[in-house]
């Protein structure tokens, strides 16, 4: 069972929250406008992390499909900024997330990011593989998704923020 991993990416990306625009059709290269939305993220700090698109710029493709259709490999690029703020106590913080991240999804429903650039990327408290926050990351890594839903960043060469920390 194949399901969608929840970051922000950061060509800068969301992948659960952002989509292809719709009624976007293929420029060069099969690139397409790719718009994240704004939103909460929550189970990740000891505070709700509300999320406001500040730029977006982004462009996705697809380079491969399962046989029912669905993307299997997706390339993101391009400008994305984003207001983080701590619903709590007002606290926020504009970070600049942009990159290009390659997702691999799995058949197995798990999945592998590769970034070169930046990205804003949620674990979940209780997760086992990595600490709990909301992240920014720079640099070039790779984060992962087990089909249990558990995170990883197994190759971590960047340079990184805990928002959970920053906002509190």
Do not use: K
């Not at 990416?9 to 969301?14: D, E, K, L, S």
């Not at 700090?45 to 698109?53: P, Y």
């Not at 930046?118 to 640099?139: F, L």
């Amino acid at each position: 069972m194949r399901r969608l991993s929840t970051i922000v990416f950061v060509a800068g990306i969301t992948v659960v929250l952002a989509a292809p625009v719709a009624g976007a059709t293929g420029g060069e290269g099969g690139w397409v406008p790719y718009r994240t939305q704004p939103f909460d993220a929550v189970g990740r700090c000891s505070f709700t992390v509300h999320g406001d698109i500040v730029q977006d710029e982004e462009e996705v493709r697809t380079d491969a499909t399962f046989p029912d259709g669905s993307p299997r490999i997706q390339e993101f690029r391009g400008p994305l900024v984003i207001r983080f703020t701590n619903t709590s106590n007002g606290e926020s913080a504009v970070r600049d997330v942009s990159g290009y991240g390659r997702l691999e999804n799995r058949e197995n429903g798990g999945s592998a990011w590769y970034f070169d650039g930046g990205a804003a990327i949620g674990v979940p408290i209780g997760n086992t593989a990595y600490p709990s926050g909301e992240y920014i990351v720079h640099g070039r890594f790779r984060y992962t998704v087990a089909p249990d839903g558990t995170r990883d960043l197994p190759h971590l060469h960047a340079n990184v923020e805990n928002l959970c920390r920053t906002l509190a």
